[in-house]
């Protein structure tokens, strides 16, 4: 059997299929699409039949006010949450029950809300932890030889990454001494050393000051230029939302209500609702 | 029918124990937050002192009574709570589970070398006489004992439900459980309410162990306890932890399920022998795999967690390179000093206790490879040991394999083993593991090690001297073993450190930080989990049977549940992320037990004593006790180290004074534990 059949066999999602944005997509049409898909907690709709396309290279805003369903709709794309119905396709792969580390491996890369970073380890080795993830080449074997060590083509790219977010400064410094803004760029950091084609990202700029800000905007617009890589960015910051996305679509009690370029969105009635409760 | 209920009648009593065990549990758990392992050693001290009281010093049933259960349990919660559980931040439930075991491995210890080994037989009852039968019902004579059973736990219910439900002390524990700050907040008093809510729970646990210790020969043992605890832990599990009336129901019916069935069941079969005495084990596996309420044990529900200063660093990030370096020498020439004095001068009872702490070590070596490197709490290492154990001897008692080949086979079947409990364990992390574990050690105890076909039965298989030949291992200078023991513990420690340092090494550092962020860059958190414990068991199956052939018997006490305790609380003090730890514990484990012998009697179980003081450290010092002395005394004697410590935020670095300042350069240093909700020791 060969590797590529052996990877279509075992869902098209094993250690051999790793896609990246570097490599040309497999299947035309949109990158990321969500149809109809829904998800309620207990009675509560969270998430009420949304259809939702990313196409590849866009930089997509989701915003909404809070409660919207915006991450619970993240976590059915990434797989922390199971839908209740609808379906989500990633590249022209179906995701519906594959688990996150597949859909990770398809090329979603991710940051969240609420920051999931390895505090024992420092910045450096955090991304290190991702890049050898990306290859997918690590064995037990491996370690057992003594043939696990950091390759120079590995160190290379952690630092292509580090010095593309702005982290080189802190590389040696263990994640649990740093503040909440800076592990918000370790997290995008780690989900860029996997050279995702899709970047979602959760409010990334919750905890960054405003110069902070301002180059995380011009991180996502780099990668989406130089890498290709399409984005979907949850952000309460609608300044930097306006900024930097292609389009947006707005989010309100699980539904979305508005989708267009930026500015004319949030003209609509339904937008201004959402945010501010009132009509018109 | 008669028959049915002359054999379920007996049962409502008997199911009244587990009643009200299981009530105490989850009264403990609903009103201070923590699954309160040290429940059956409360019970037990109460029971102890009671008994000796009355026995010893001929004081009066209800003057024992008051200063056993009113006084000495509540004031023994009181000292938990103070000195032990207030200082553990909510998030860290693995600190809190090893307390509790910590507790459970060092009271019943502490007891006899306070007041004597002696025996302590008869329990008085303390309502209605044991000898006189109140009623018949269906043929069954209800003595004063089952009804002094059955009607305190009655009162205990009703008492226990109208506290936690209906009063406003009961809304405070509740409240102070989700987050005590918060509710300080509200002007509680909440360090009071929980005080109160361990004061009542150890009071239940003293009134527990007193009211049973009739049923029990000796109110000295322990294990009695112990055992019965863990079928209450079923029985609370089954009611999610968190209903007191179910809980009360299903220890109830447990209690009639077993003696029906063993009514039932005739006497020569397997299911009799084998699986009866494990239905309290098989039914916690049950509700940790089935019972949804038990999914979210770990889940950090304080508002105000991210306040928690961060985790303190494990001992390999915080040592500076120079003590790394001077660790590393002094480790080197002792080890050069050791190796020439076993082979040289070192008498031979000496030579065959550090031969047996060099086989702990292997043992205890799997335990730094879950625990420490995989960040999962097992408490079934014991057991893995035995599997591998058992396998090699019986494959040399059946097929004549030498046992030095039958340990690599042997570590094949506990890595099998292990596999199959973390494939069981897969959706469970925390608590829910520890107790999997747990239930898992206590299966075996009970169902699979006493088998004929397995151990051997009681006495166990005694090695014969050809199934280690040509390697002469049970020579009296002990050199044959010694060597052999030296190559199987370097060969697991280097393949240890390999792990530690490689791939697999690096994955498990991020996934104890964060799950959810190692499967989000594309790693198979369920794959690592089961490479640990494949990886855990095997080291352990081999660390086993290099202990069978150094005492030359392979028997089920060697392997039993309260060893795998024991191994967890020593590991756990000598330091459980490093592989030194291991061999620091084992080694000075078998030497304290050596001193011992020659101490009188009474202080013969004091080792576990030390080292569930040490245990106790753990959520100041999860980098082992010891190893925080070491690195301390190696600061004093080498000041120059000092400087060149890696920055850490909030750790033992940093409050001794030995690390450069905190580096924060977006505002304060975050939590990621905290801010992530989850546990993180």
């Given at each position: 059997m060969s590797k590529a059949s052996a990877a279509r066999r075992f869902g098209g999602v094993s250690g051999l299929s790793r896609r990246s944005a570097t490599r040309p997509p497999s299947a035309t049409g949109p990158l990321l699409e969500a149809a109809g898909v829904s998800k309620a907690f207990g009675g509560v709709a969270a998430v009420d039949k949304v259809d939702l396309r990313v196409e590849r290279g866009e930089l997509l805003g989701l915003v909404g006010p809070n409660g919207a369903g915006k991450t619970t709709l993240f976590n059915c794309i990434c797989g922390q949450l199971r839908q209740d119905s609808g379906t989500v396709t990633f590249d022209g792969v179906v995701l519906d029950g594959l688990p996150t580390y597949k859909r990770a491996r398809l090329g979603i890369g991710r940051t969240y809300q609420r920051i999931e970073v390895y505090p024992e380890l420092t910045v450096h080795e955090h991304l290190m932890v991702a890049e050898r993830a990306r290859r997918g080449d690590g064995r037990l074997w491996k370690d057992l030889c003594n043939r696990s060590a950091s390759r120079p083509e590995e160190l290379r790219h952690v630092d292509e990454v580090l010095e593309l977010i702005g982290l080189r400064e802190v590389q040696d410094t263990p994640v649990s001494a740093l503040g909440l803004g800076l592990c918000r760029l370790v997290e995008l950091a780690r989900a860029v050393v996997c050279d995702p084609v899709l970047l979602v990202a959760d409010e990334p700029s919750s905890g960054l000051d405003v110069n902070e800000t301002a180059e995380l905007s011009q991180v996502l617009r780099t990668l989406q230029s130089e890498r290709g890589t399409a984005v979907l960015l949850v952000e309460h910051d609608l300044g930097m939302v306006g900024e930097v996305v292609d389009r947006a679509v707005v989010m309100d009690l699980g539904r979305i209500v508005a989708e267009g370029p930026f500015d004319e969105v949030m003209a609509f009635p339904e937008v201004r609702y959402a945010y501010l409760g009132v009509e018109g | 029918m008669e028959q049915f209920l002359g054999f379920a009648i007996p049962g409502v009593p008997y199911g009244c124990t587990y009643?009200?065990?299981?009530?105490?549990?989850?009264?403990?758990?609903?009103?201070?937050?923590?699954?309160?392992?040290?429940?059956?050693?409360?019970?037990?001290?109460?029971?102890?002192?009671?008994?000796?009281?009355?026995?010893?010093?001929?004081?009066?049933?209800?003057?024992?009574?008051?200063?056993?259960?009113?006084?000495?349990?509540?004031?023994?919660?009181?000292?938990?709570?103070?000195?032990?559980?207030?200082?553990?931040?909510?998030?860290?439930?693995?600190?809190?589970?090893?307390?509790?075991?910590?507790?459970?491995?060092?009271?019943?210890?502490?007891?006899?070398?306070?007041?004597?080994?002696?025996?302590?037989?008869?329990?008085?009852?303390?309502?209605?006489?044991?000898?006189?039968?109140?009623?018949?019902?269906?043929?069954?004579?209800?003595?004063?004992?089952?009804?002094?059973?059955?009607?305190?736990?009655?009162?205990?219910?009703?008492?226990?439900?109208?506290?936690?439900?209906?009063?406003?002390?009961?809304?405070?524990?509740?409240?102070?459980?989700?987050?005590?700050?918060?509710?300080?907040?509200?002007?509680?008093?909440?360090?009071?309410?929980?005080?109160?809510?361990?004061?009542?729970?150890?009071?239940?646990?003293?009134?527990?162990?007193?009211?049973?210790?009739?049923?029990?020969?000796?109110?000295?043992?322990?294990?009695?306890?112990?055992?019965?605890?863990?079928?209450?832990?079923?029985?609370?599990?089954?009611?999610?932890?968190?209903?007191?009336?179910?809980?009360?129901?299903?220890?109830?019916?447990?209690?009639?399920?077993?003696?029906?069935?063993?009514?039932?069941?005739?006497?020569?079969?397997?299911?009799?022998?084998?699986?009866?005495?494990?239905?309290?084990?098989?039914?916690?596996?049950?509700?940790?795999?089935?019972?949804?309420?038990?999914?979210?044990?770990?889940?950090?529900?304080?508002?105000?967690?991210?306040?928690?200063?961060?985790?303190?660093?494990?001992?390999?990030?915080?040592?500076?390179?120079?003590?790394?370096?001077?660790?590393?020498?002094?480790?080197?020439?002792?080890?050069?000093?050791?190796?020439?004095?076993?082979?040289?001068?070192?008498?031979?009872?000496?030579?065959?206790?550090?031969?047996?702490?060099?086989?702990?070590?292997?043992?205890?070596?799997?335990?730094?490879?879950?625990?420490?490197?995989?960040?999962?709490?097992?408490?079934?290492?014991?057991?893995?040991?035995?599997?591998?154990?058992?396998?090699?001897?019986?494959?040399?008692?059946?097929?004549?394999?030498?046992?030095?080949?039958?340990?690599?086979?042997?570590?094949?079947?506990?890595?099998?083993?292990?596999?199959?409990?973390?494939?069981?364990?897969?959706?469970?992390?925390?608590?829910?593991?520890?107790?999997?574990?747990?239930?898992?050690?206590?299966?075996?105890?009970?169902?699979?090690?006493?088998?004929?076909?397995?151990?051997?039965?009681?006495?166990?298989?005694?090695?014969?001297?050809?199934?280690?030949?040509?390697?002469?291992?049970?020579?009296?200078?002990?050199?044959?073993?010694?060597?052999?023991?030296?190559?199987?513990?370097?060969?697991?420690?280097?393949?240890?450190?390999?792990?530690?340092?490689?791939?697999?090494?690096?994955?498990?550092?991020?996934?104890?930080?964060?799950?959810?962020?190692?499967?989000?860059?594309?790693?198979?958190?369920?794959?690592?989990?089961?490479?640990?414990?494949?990886?855990?068991g095997a080291v352990a199956g081999v660390g086993g049977t290099l202990l069978v052939i150094n005492q030359q018997n392979a028997n089920p006490a060697q392997f039993n549940y309260q060893l795998s305790l024991a191994f967890v609380v020593i590991v756990v003090t000598a330091g459980v992320s490093t592989v030194e730890g291991a061999i620091q514990g084992a080694l000075g484990f078998v030497v304290i037990e050596q001193l011992l012998t020659y101490a009188p009697a009474r202080l013969q179980g004091l080792s576990f004593v030390l080292f569930a003081a040490g245990a106790l450290a753990y959520a100041a010092h999860p980098e082992g006790l010891v190893e925080y002395f070491k690195r301390r005394t190696i600061l004093a004697l080498y000041p120059a180290a000092r400087s060149d410590a890696r920055p850490r935020a909030g750790g033992p670095a940093a409050r001794a004074g030995d690390a450069t300042p905190v580096v924060t350069t977006t505002g304060a240093p975050m939590n990621p534990t905290a801010a992530a909700g989850a546990d993180r020791e």
């Open positions: - | 009643a009200l065990f299981a009530i105490g549990l989850v009264l403990t758990y609903q009103a201070t937050g923590v699954f309160n392992f040290a429940f059956g050693a409360q019970a037990f001290t109460s029971a102890y002192v009671f008994v000796y009281m009355v026995q010893d010093w001929h004081f009066p049933v209800w003057a024992s009574f008051l200063l056993s259960v009113v006084v000495l349990a509540p004031a023994l919660g009181l000292i938990f709570n103070r000195f032990i559980f207030r200082r553990i931040p909510n998030t860290n439930t693995t600190a809190k589970i090893v307390m509790g075991i910590a507790l459970l491995v060092g009271i019943p210890t502490l007891l006899p070398v306070i007041l004597g080994n002696q025996n302590l037989y008869n329990a008085p009852t303390l309502i209605f006489s044991q000898s006189t039968v109140y009623l018949t019902l269906a043929g069954y004579p209800v003595n004063g004992q089952d009804l002094t059973v059955v009607l305190v736990t009655a009162v205990v219910l009703v008492a226990v439900v109208a506290l936690i439900r209906y009063t406003s002390l009961g809304l405070q524990m509740r409240a102070a459980v989700e987050s005590r700050r918060l509710v300080q907040l509200n002007g509680v008093n909440a360090d009071r309410v929980v005080s109160v809510a361990w004061a009542a729970s150890s009071f239940l646990a003293g009134l527990s162990g007193v009211l049973l210790a009739p049923y029990f020969p000796q109110a000295n043992q322990s294990q009695a306890y112990i055992t019965l605890m863990v079928g209450a832990i079923a029985v609370a599990a089954s009611a999610s932890l968190r209903s007191l009336p179910l809980a009360a129901l299903f220890g109830i019916l447990l209690g009639v399920a077993s003696l029906v069935l063993q009514g039932y069941l005739p006497t020569q079969s397997i299911f009799y022998s084998s699986i009866l005495p494990s239905l309290p084990f098989i039914v916690l596996v049950f509700a940790l795999l089935f019972n949804p309420g038990l999914k979210k044990l770990d889940d950090n529900k304080d508002p105000l967690a991210s306040v928690d200063p961060p985790a303190p660093p494990r001992a390999a990030t915080i040592r500076t390179p120079r003590v790394q370096r001077f660790t590393q020498i002094a480790w080197y020439s002792l080890l050069a000093v050791f190796i020439v004095s076993m082979l040289t001068w070192m008498p031979r009872n000496w030579e065959n206790v550090f031969n047996s702490g060099l086989a702990f070590a292997t043992v205890f070596l799997s335990i730094t490879l879950i625990t420490g490197m995989g960040g999962q709490l097992s408490l079934a290492q014991g057991t893995l040991a035995g599997v591998g154990a058992f396998t090699a001897a019986q494959l040399a008692n059946h097929l004549g394999l030498n046992m030095v080949f039958g340990m690599l086979i042997g570590a094949g079947v506990a890595a099998v083993v292990a596999i199959l409990l973390a494939v069981l364990s897969l959706r469970l992390k925390g608590l829910g593991l520890a107790l999997m574990t747990l239930a898992a050690a206590l299966f075996f105890d009970s169902s699979i090690f006493p088998l004929q076909s397995v151990s051997g039965g009681q006495g166990g298989i005694n090695l014969q001297e050809s199934w280690v030949a040509p390697l002469n291992l049970f020579a009296p200078s002990g050199h044959p073993f010694f060597v052999l023991a030296m190559v199987v513990l370097s060969l697991s420690v280097i393949a240890v450190l390999l792990v530690r340092k490689g791939t697999t090494g690096r994955f498990l550092s991020a996934m104890r930080g964060s799950e959810v962020g190692v499967g989000g860059v594309g790693i198979n958190v369920t794959w690592q989990r089961i490479l640990v414990f494949a990886l855990s």
